[in-house]
């Protein structure tokens, strides 16, 4: 079962602007991660946030958590083409991840 | 290097064949994971592993089976009872600590049914 669902579904920004995505769940959660994906590629982790933390920060990337709202966000900052990718926010028991839809990124230069 | 492989990295199977998608990670992580993707769409959970000789379903079992004989290995079958089984395949790892778990994705199957 999906429990994380991201928004929006695409995002298209120009090379050096900022990327927000949003992911909402419905259940209460230990963790959320953010990974990232490359068309055609596997995933790669970006982020952990806890859920005693509300914000933290990794190079260009700031996740924020809001655990009353059950929702969280990536934001990255001075975007690059490299950027262009679907990025997928995942929450679990302890046992298993459930991964969103995703947000497909297209950075344009 | 360390890493988790997946081979092959195109596989085409013919209506009524099974075919096995191989996984393999050196990382001496516990868990292993197969995930199902679609075009547009997230992971699916096929089957997951927390140790050697233990496997349990996820949220779409039907029409696949596991084996988890070593640690290092966890194969997937795709048999014929899969009905649509054109999909983006991909195996994960982890230390196997649960939720609070980092998971490393291999490189994908891409199995098309001709």
């Known amino acids: 079962s999906q429990q994380g669902e991201e928004d929006p579904q695409a995002l298209s920004i120009q090379e050096g602007e900022n990327a927000t995505m949003n992911c909402s769940y419905k259940?209460?959660?230990?963790?959320l991660q953010w990974y990232r994906q490359n068309s055609g590629r596997g995933l790669v982790h970006l982020i952990l946030i806890r859920s005693n933390e509300r914000e933290k920060h990794s190079g260009r990337l700031r996740v924020t958590l809001d655990t009353s709202k059950k929702s969280s966000s990536l934001l990255i900052t001075a975007s690059r083409a490299a950027d262009t990718a679907s990025y997928f926010c995942?929450?679990?028991?302890?046992?298993?991840?459930?991964f969103g839809a995703g947000t497909t990124v297209t950075v344009r230069a | 290097d360390g890493g988790i492989t997946q081979s092959p990295k195109y596989l085409f199977r013919k209506e009524g064949q099974n075919v096995t998608l191989s996984c393999e990670q050196n990382l001496n992580h516990d868990a292993m994971y197969w995930y199902r993707q679609d075009p547009g769409q997230g992971l699916r959970l096929i089957y997951y592993s927390h140790i050697v000789n233990d496997f349990q379903k996820g949220d779409i079992a039907e029409g696949y089976s596991v084996s988890r004989e070593k640690k290092e290995s966890f194969p997937l079958t795709v048999t014929s009872a899969q009905k649509n089984p054109t999909a983006f395949y991909l195996c994960?790892?982890?230390?196997?600590?649960?939720?609070?778990?980092?998971?490393?994705f291999g490189p994908g199957t891409r199995l098309t049914v001709l």
């Open positions: 994960a790892s982890s230390t196997g600590q649960g939720a609070a778990d980092t998971q490393y």
């Open positions: 995942a929450t679990g028991d302890d046992y298993k991840l459930s």
């Open positions: 259940t209460s959660i230990n963790n």
